[in-house]
């Protein structure tokens, strides 16, 4: 099959399964992997996959490239991006790959990449470089599968991280996928209730992308939350470390608000800190940060470059919109949806509130969800650059953030207009105080993205909200 060099993204590689990439390139990108860790002297390597239909099959093409370098590799099995990190500590392999598209559509498969505890800053450019040229270096490593109990001591490290929790009423939704086999059990021996919806592993995921940041996930949540009578209702993506939620009443709240929690609880026990969050996220962020006597600091979309200006500014805790979340004092600092869930019941148990009345107490946007509107990958970029220009002349006057595609804020809100690194995607989005106002900014972006002939609108997600 011949390489489609799309497939090497800003901080992983991802694709087409079986017609972007298949088990043969994944060998070459574990012998190009391999041949980088090689070269910063790297000789071990975790490697793990999720549950979609070809994860299994590139997990093992992996491996074998890996060792034919000379890396030795301890095999995990099917397990979670999370669990995969920490198993760089466990079994002391600074290098890592997970098989995974994360949260993508069921035909989408890929890797992440890691070079060192935590670290995921792969160069995706150098691994290209490599697997084009097949300069790889030679060897034959060593193979250990992993022992089962590896699960149950990494819930065990979790859980004596966190305070002790009252006993929780929640629903867990993994999309069918891989975090369904891991996360209600985590919670359970957490001393909390667990309903189970999704939770059966299928790779196909029948009921639908397994993305907590999807408008149709959190309303089937909301809904079984209200039915349940439980306290909270957590929704995952396929490889377990991005999270969703939705409060005790069936309230829906992306995850700038669950950062703006999280920010919230730090703060209470290091007023000052610094919190990294990236430029995708709602003003209420912010506020947030700033009633906290905290240090908000924005930052470019993506797990791989949030995590590294988040140790550079010495920073407790930073996130993402995407539901990526990082814990730099009291864990490795790497993102865990689990950790993460726990971290949420913790500062719960703490307040002796119901999530709703925490949220209530925080300024109040009307924002979209995450919209993305089909755009392929070579374009993006040029449509990107010919939208800054528009908006730039539009709301002159206003402050502008270019970090990250462009960003307006308003006093009441904020626009945004960025491509995605992992998709053929622009990802815009938008809010205000009011939904007048709110309802204007959204026909203003409708009629720009209508103007760009390059997007294509049956391919995306949250669309809807434009109707």
């Known amino acids: ?25 994944m060998e070459l990108i574990g012998r190009a992997h391999g041949t980088y860790l090689k070269s910063i002297n790297v000789n071990k390597c975790v490697v793990g996959s999720d549950n979609r239909l070809t994860s299994e099959e590139y997990r093992k093409a992996v491996i074998d ?46 890797v992440k990449l890691g070079r060192n505890y935590s670290d995921t800053s792969t160069p995706i450019s150098e691994i290209k470089r490599i697997v084009l040229q097949k300069n790889f270096a030679e060897g034959k490593g060593k193979l250990t599968k992993a022992p089962a109990r590896y699960i149950q001591i990494y ?14 009423k929640i629903v867990i939704d993994a999309s069918n996928g891989a975090a369904g086999k891991f996360m209600p059990e985590i919670f359970r021996q957490a001393g909390s209730e667990v309903i189970e919806q999704n939770c059966e592993l299928d790779g196909n995921f029948p009921n639908g992308t397994p993305d907590p940041t999807e408008n149709y996930v959190a309303k089937r949540l909301a809904e079984r939350v209200i039915k349940e009578g439980a306290d909270i209702g957590f929704s995952f993506d396929a490889d377990g470390d991005r ?13 700038d608000v669950l950062l703006a929690i999280l920010a919230d609880a730090v703060l209470t026990k290091k007023p000052g800190a610094k919190i990294v969050y990236n430029a995708y996220c709602s003003k209420v962020v912010d506020d947030v940060v700033r009633r906290g006597k905290g240090e908000p600091i924005m930052w470019l979309t993506g797990d791989v470059y949030i995590k590294e200006k988040a140790r550079k500014e010495k920073a407790p805790f930073a996130g993402e919109f995407s539901g990526h979340f990082f814990f730099l004092d009291d864990f490795y600092g790497h993102d865990d949806g689990a950790f993460c869930g726990l971290k949420v019941l913790e500062y719960l148990t703490e307040k002796n509130q119901p999530l709703s009345k925490i949220i209530a107490s925080y300024p109040k946007y009307v924002s979209s969800p995450e919209i993305k509107i089909g755009c392929p ?11 800054v220009t528009i ?27 960025r491509m995605s690194q992992n998709g053929p995607y622009l990802t815009p989005r938008f809010e205000a105080k009011t939904q007048k106002i709110y309802d204007e900014r959204r026909k203003y972006m409708k009629d720009l993205l209508e103007s760009f002939s390059e997007l294509d609108w049956s391919k995306g997600s949250n669309l809807e909200e434009f109707e």
């Not at 990958?377 to 939208?387: C, H, L, P, Q, T």
Request: with cysteine; net charge negative; proline share 2%.
């Open 377 to 387: 990958d070579e374009k993006k970029a040029d449509v990107i650059n010919r939208m």
């Open 65 to 110: 490239g890996l060792m034919k370098t000379g890396l030795d590799v301890v095999d995990l099995g099917l397990t979670l991006t999370s669990i995969t990190y920490w198993a760089q500590y466990h079994f002391q392999a600074k290098g890592c790959v997970m098989v995974t598209a994360s949260h993508n559509p069921a035909e989408y498969n890929g």
């Open 1 to 25: 099959m011949e390489i489609n060099p799309q497939i090497f993204r800003g901080y992983d590689i991802r694709g087409i399964a079986e017609k972007d990439m298949d088990a043969d390139t």
């Open 243 to 255: 999270i969703g939620l939705v409060d005790e009443k069936g309230n829906i709240f992306w995850n």
């Open 391 to 417: 908006l730039k002349k539009d709301f002159a006057g206003n402050w502008f953030n270019e970090a990250d595609g462009i960003r307006v804020d308003f006093p009441d809100g904020m626009l945004m207009m």
């Open 155 to 168: 819930n065990q490290d979790l859980l004596k991280r966190i305070g002790k929790l009252k006993k929780f």
